[in-house]
């Protein structure tokens, strides 16, 4: 099977399944629209989702269950320091936009990082250089300005585990 | 003079709490948590009229359509119907296709490129 | 005060944690001092205290139409945020939207500068 056919099977399926959840309603007209909406779905946009061939293993169910509880716990820690900074009558920032290396190549991945370091604390990601894969992030509170020093503290956190989830 | 500002602002974001949580009792409950929103709304206001740049009103429509989502999802609990998170979603996604228009718009970069 | 299930009164309690992040949020677009900081502390609280509403309503209405509607709102929310964060913030830094006088380094701009020159 070629792999743009998976790929629109997938998502065929993934949308019939948003239009069950956000109806709910198990009539036959109901059930035939969804059918017909996500059949247009797939065939328009239906190529984009799965991109390489790869298997399927526990491993990666893991690491992403593992990545979740670790992304919540860092987006309920971020909303702290900002709730700190916010109500301190001071203001005690100190911001400045420092670079970040990755090791990560494929887009999915490095979309991945820039949202998940846009919502843990203090940063927020800037742009994206791919060819010398290096990423400028904005710092609110910028402890150190060396770039491997950098890279511990703010990729460091997420790249191992998207490393095993993406590629 | 900073402190004294930060002072001001405490008096005022207190009193607000004060006259809708404890001055008016008849209201119900779910509407006292919506006027808590649409008094955040009002800040977004004032930043979007003093904003000093361009950058700064389209930060504050950005984060008004994904407050609004919120106000959405109360409505919905306190009215028993639930079609106002479908407004809430469908409210959300023009908001977020209406920031990036405007950050590539504020790029210089022409809408199609 | 009406009779209310378990389960309603927790999603009480999150929907108001919600509602205080937002408000935190929006102090923190008035008070902070350029357009990245107004960015970072926006973003964050806003997108967690929204998402924060909709769980609560799945916990205040169970399994139900309006509870998945709520999950699926609380997934796009997190996910479009971010997005249109970044965006907001590299237009600005292409645009020549100054950062605030208490910045102390700015490596996009050095970096963008070496590399003009050397074209």
Redesign the interface.
């Known amino acids: 099977m070629k792999l743009e056919t998976k790929s629109r099977i997938v998502v065929f399926f993934m949308s019939l399944l ?1 239009w069950i ?4 309603v198990f009539s036959i007209p109901s059930l035939v629209a969804g059918i017909v909406v996500a059949l247009i779905t797939a065939i328009f946009a239906g190529e984009m989702l799965i991109i390489t061939e790869r298997k399927f293993h526990l491993k990666r169910v893991w690491y992403t269950i593992e990545y979740l509880l670790k992304f919540t716990w860092e ?2 820690k ?2 702290f320091h ?2 700190y ?3 301190h ?3 005690p ?7 970040v290396r990755t090791k990560l190549k494929r887009d999915s991945a490095l979309t991945m990082l ?2 998940s370091i ?2 843990t604390p ?6 994206v250089d791919v060819d010398n894969q290096v990423l ?1 992030v ?1 710092w ?1 509170d ?1 402890k150190s ?1 060396d770039i491997e020093q950098t890279t511990k503290d703010i990729g460091g956190r997420f790249e191992k585990l998207l490393e095993e989830i993406f590629e | 003079m900073r402190v004294f500002r930060w002072f001001i602002g405490l008096l005022f974001i207190a009193a607000f709490f004060v006259i809708n949580f404890v001055v008016f009792t008849e209201i119900p409950f779910n509407y006292k948590l919506i006027n808590v929103l649409l008094f955040c709304s009002l800040f977004i206001l004032i930043r979007v009229v003093k904003g000093p740049s361009v950058a700064d009103r389209i930060v504050a429509i950005d984060i008004l359509g994904i407050l609004i989502i919120g106000i959405c999802a109360i409505l919905a609990i306190a009215l028993q119907r639930s079609y106002f998170i479908d407004i809430g979603i469908a409210w959300g996604l023009q908001s977020f296709i209406g920031a990036l228009a405007l950050a590539k718009f504020l790029e210089g970069r022409s809408l199609d490129a | 005060m009406p009779d209310l299930a378990f389960n309603q009164i927790i999603g009480y309690v999150i929907i108001c944690i919600g509602i205080i992040f937002d408000l935190f949020g929006v102090l923190g677009l008035v008070r902070l001092p350029d357009v990245y900081n107004r960015l970072q502390a926006a973003t964050k609280s806003v997108t967690f205290g929204s998402a924060g509403i909709l769980f609560g309503v799945f916990v205040y209405s169970g399994f139900n139409a309006m509870g998945f509607k709520a999950i699926l709102a609380a997934i796009f929310v997190l996910l479009t945020s971010p997005v249109s964060a970044h965006a907001i913030a590299k237009a600005a830094h292409k645009a020549g939207i100054k950062l605030t006088d208490k910045t102390i380094i700015d490596l996009y701009r050095q970096d963008k500068e070496k590399s003009e020159e050397q074209k």
């Open positions: 948003v959840l956000i109806t709910m987006l309920i971020a909303n900002v709730a900074i916010v109500i009558p001071l203001l920032i100190k911001p400045g936009i420092v670079k820039a949202n846009t919502l203090g940063t927020l990601t800037v742009d400028y904005h609110i910028v300005t």
